[in-house]
């Protein structure tokens, strides 16, 4: 999808901001199951789908970037490589989705801990997956908004 106007940016971002909330919601609930392990399969295979169709929905996954103009194709990975963004334009591999867990690290191990408080500890585990999820999508939202924004200059 080609992207002219920053109107058209924003109404897909706000459509990206919603598909983040619903599989944060998605994970929340993974989260309040006490299975060892059982969240973060569902967080990897998860974010394995949405970060994809977010650089989709911005013109930006990997075969959309390299169908490219060569010139603009690089304007495009440079923007991203200074937001820090390794995933615009690349290929979603599960060692990308781990070490975009390892960023949130500290929320997913005291998620883990509070998991088998009963009830309580269930509802903060799933609040803290529900953050999560939305700060790695909301994330890569923002990146994508901010490549396209400055390409459209």
Known sequence: MQITSLTELDHVRDEARTL???????SAGAS???VPGADLIVDANILTKLLPEISNRF????KQVKALEPDRA??????????GNGVIGRSITKRIVTMLIRRVGARYASKSLLRFVPFAGQIAAAGISFGAMKLVGNSH?????????????
């Open 32 to 34: 309040a199951v006490p």
């Open 141 to 153: 939202i923002d990146d994508c908004y901010e490549t396209v924004r400055r390409t459209l200059a």
């Open 59 to 62: 013109g930006l996954d990997e």
């Open 74 to 83: 690089k304007q495009v990975l440079l923007i991203a490589a200074n937001l």
């Open 20 to 26: 983040v909330t619903k599989r944060a919601l998605v």
